[in-house]
């Protein structure tokens, strides 16, 4: 969780009850920042969105070690990033010229080694419909689930969500 | 052995029983599209009057937090409610406001 920008950490105790927040570190993670999204894998890895690009930073017992921007991108630009709980793929949302629909669309990039990634894939047309913007993922902490937004030409949105199974394909097709 | 109709009609009571005790309480009751992206908890969350986005999920299904925004006539935002529903062992709450002194912003959540 973020408060002001700030990190910070909740152990749930029960169903109903969290504990008091503990401060992390004072990455700012919010727009003052530059940063539009950030996500989290099981080890306490985050990938956070700052100024289009993919960055890392790893909590750690006395604050957090902070990472680089990943490699493999290029000159792909996002706003919203959500990697798996592993963190051996992220999808995030962008545009590039001649292959979007001319609204924003979700891409997958897989891990290669550490900090490198693959060049984003377009995601096929039954997530990226043709008549509205398609961002905002998310895939599920126990990674089962892929949450997108679906947006369309009168401005409302919409949560949509599908099984990551479908997401497999891709990474046979590396 | 010659079965009865009362002992049939049993077992299709017993066979009910236990296909109703598999269905899912993770996700608001949803079940996972394996295909096709469908909408989130349809009603529920994704209502038509509203945009949603902006989801969380616990490590096990069993919350769900995501960000409601009203818009006016000319879709310019004039209102946002962080929302958040769980599973109270029994039941799904309805939907309730988050805590915004515990929460700023939508949480992520890793193992429960």
Redesign the interface.
Known sequence: ????GCIWK?N?IN??L?AK?VFVDSLDLSSRNGVSD?????D?TLFYVQNGDIRTARIQNDGIVRGEKITGLKDFKTRHVGVS?GGDYLICDGFIEGINNAWVDNFISFRKAENSWTYPVHLDS??NTKTAGNY?P?I???G??F?????DS??????????T??LEKYKNEL | MKTTSFELLLLVLVLFSCKQQTEPTKYLEQKIPPVQPELFAKGIVSVDSTSESMISVTNDGLAVYFTRYFKDENGNTNGVQSLYSRFDGVKWTGLQLKDKTMFYRTPRFIND
């Not at chain 1, 950030?38 to 099981?42: C, D, E, K, L, P």
């Not at chain 1, 009168?154 to 099984?163: A, F, L, M, Q």
């Open positions: 969780m973020e408060s002001k909740s749930k169903d109903t969290w927040p950030w996500s989290i894998t099981a306490l709980p039954t997530i905002f998310r599920s902490p126990n089962e689930v949450f997108f937004s679906r947006q009168t401005n409302r949105s919409d949560i949509y969500w599908i099984s199974k479908v």
